[in-house]
């Protein structure tokens, strides 16, 4: 069983910064992709930005320039830098991890989620 905790969320006024985190533990065989997205209300849970074990990292358009993902592949961990965060990057951020278990099966594990409130 794999196990994801993410912490950093909370309440920010527009154009603060927040630092997301999400670290994966338990029956880990190998991690391919760490990722983030989002979820607001009445919407669609969307990717808000990806990153492979190798460092190639993907952004959606809303959040380039502004949000920067990074990993540490020996702690199982990736993060979010978030910058000039705006009301509307405001929504549940979901920590995604996708790879083996240490027997070999498919892991796909979501977090719980941690909220983000961007508002003055």
């Known amino acids: 069983q794999v196990q994801l905790v993410e912490s950093g969320g909370g309440l920010v006024q527009p154009g603060g910064s927040l630092r997301l985190t999400c670290a994966a533990s338990g029956s880990i065989g190998a991690i391919n992709s760490m990722g983030w997205y989002r979820q607001a209300p009445g919407k669609q849970r969307v990717l808000v930005a990806d990153?492979?074990?190798?460092?190639?990292?993907k952004y959606s358009d809303s959040v380039k320039g502004r949000f920067t993902i990074s990993r540490d592949n020996a702690e199982n961990t990736v993060y979010l830098q978030m910058n000039s965060l705006k009301p509307e990057d405001t929504a549940v951020y979901y920590c995604?991890?996708?790879?083996?278990?240490?027997?070999?099966?498919?892991?796909?594990?979501w977090g719980q989620g941690t909220q983000v409130t961007v508002s003055s």
């Open positions: 990153i492979t074990s190798g460092g190639s990292t």
């Open positions: 995604k991890v996708d790879g083996l278990t240490s027997w070999g099966f498919d892991l796909n594990s």
